[in-house]
């Protein structure tokens, strides 16, 4: 991709003119977008206007001409060779999955698919071809095609002109505002389905609702709560994560601060870093779990141990397998105290077992005590998490954003440990193996 970026940033004149309209039509009708989104060529083309290499209104009807007829041929390839389409060596590529979603987005949205589809990458190369493979009739295609170019065309030309050298960043800002649209339709469309099923059948639905927040069903208030907690935890590792390949957002904390910590560092504070940080190292952890979960084990306490040792050992392999797909290197002197610490960076593993640990043994510990000693244990238990982050980012073994990601991540695992935990244990307790026979689940006592 780099190398036609370059290319088309090196042309002026009519050369640039036939590219930028190569890409931009082959995108639906040679499945072009699925490697190479016509957006970007939209943008580059708008950062060649702004340079006075090409003309801007020429490269707008260029733009507008190019998308129409390029989706008004992947039209025509679809009604006239659909499934040889999908069987070729670009339908094969592009995928079985895709070729569903873009199916089923058709399905549910109808003509206004064409028009939301262009603001989708994959969308906008698949729609057009699934619409002729569907018969949708061409001039209720063309309308929302030319419609949809109208406004995309431009929008995105004139996004590459005003950005001028700034391009990538509009690029990424035109993906999310993609995403967002589609993530919207279909959170639109599943409102649309549940509120026709509701009226259809209301008492059904008015039962699923008390049992989906009955604290006493397996399945109620329990698994509800954590999914909950689960989903607003992902979304938020997401955001770091997505901030830290990027290097915006939190991630533009970390060197002003590691910075700001390596001119004011003193050697009593260092040296009740390296301390607290051994809370969180791999010998610590492990020791801590082991002693623990052994203890527990020993007076019968087994599903207790079994929640420590699975929610330590899973954040461990959480931790190994992030760190291999992101490949973020640490900071290094004079950011760090020393080059003690090697290997990945992002996330924090020292943060994130930390939290796995002490905060499912604020978990475990909590449930029998009474309220004021619970919040004492579960204050200070979460007190060690982050003075364990702290120190970390303290003594420059991490970024700011590698603890954030790790606390993120940490809360969806440490969340889904206990959400399966309850559900099991409410679903251990209603068992009809537990309740004698002939007496119904919840009869009083004769």
Request: with cysteine; glycine share 12%.
């Amino acid at each position: 991709m780099n190398a036609v970026v370059d290319s088309v940033l090196s042309l002026s004149g009519l050369p640039a003119y036939v590219l930028i309209a190569l890409l931009v039509g082959g995108e639906a009708a040679a499945l072009i977008g699925i490697v190479l989104p016509g957006e970007v060529a939209l943008l580059l083309g708008g950062v060649l206007a702004s340079q006075g290499r090409v003309s801007l209104p020429v490269l707008l009807v260029v733009a507008v001409t190019a998308a129409v007829v390029g989706d008004s041929l992947g039209y025509e390839f679809g009604r006239h060779g659909g499934p040889a389409l999908q069987r070729s060596r670009a339908g094969r590529f592009v995928g079985r999955e895709r070729w569903a979603r873009g199916e089923q987005f058709l399905e549910r949205r109808g003509g206004p698919a064409v028009l939301l589809g262009r603001w989708v990458g994959v969308l906008r190369a698949l729609v057009p071809s699934l619409a002729g493979m569907g018969r949708m009739p061409y001039r209720r295609f063309l309308l929302w095609n030319a419609t949809g170019a109208l406004v995309w065309a431009p929008a995105v030309v004139l996004a590459g002109y005003t950005a001028g050298a700034q391009y990538r960043r509009v690029e990424s800002l035109l993906g999310r505002a993609g995403l967002l649209l589609a993530v919207a339709v279909v959170v639109s469309a599943g409102i649309a389905l549940t509120v026709r099923s509701v009226r259809r059948d209301p008492e059904r639905w008015r039962l699923r609702l008390r049992q989906r927040f009955d604290p006493a069903q397996p399945f109620g208030l329990t698994l509800t709560a954590g999914l909950l907690v689960c989903v607003a935890a992902g979304g938020a590792f997401a955001v770091v994560l997505e901030d830290v390949l990027g290097g915006d957002g939190v991630a533009l904390l970390d060197h002003p601060v590691l910075e700001l910590l390596a001119r004011h560092r003193t050697g009593a504070w260092t040296a009740l870093a390296r301390d607290v940080t051994l809370l969180g190292s791999v010998a610590g952890v492990l020791a801590v779990t082991a002693a623990v979960a052994g203890w527990w084990w020993r007076r019968g306490s087994r599903r207790d141990a079994l929640v420590l040792v699975v929610a330590v050992l899973g954040s461990g392999l959480i931790t190994a397998s992030v760190k291999l797909l992101v490949g973020r290197d640490r900071p290094v002197l004079p950011l760090a105290v020393d080059a003690a610490e090697q290997g990945l960076s992002f996330p924090s593993g020292h943060s994130l077992s930390s939290l796995a640990l002490y905060g499912s043994l604020a978990y475990l510990l909590a449930r029998g005590l009474r309220s004021w000693r619970r919040g004492a244990v579960v204050a200070g238990l979460l007190t060690v998490v982050v003075a364990v982050g702290a120190s970390r980012v303290y003594l420059g073994y991490h970024w700011v954003s590698d603890v954030l990601g790790s606390w993120t991540l940490g809360v969806l695992w440490l969340s889904a440990v206990v959400t399966a935990e309850r559900v099991l244990t409410a679903r251990h307790a209603v068992s009809p193996d537990l309740v004698p026979q002939g007496r119904p689940v919840g009869a009083g006592a004769p």
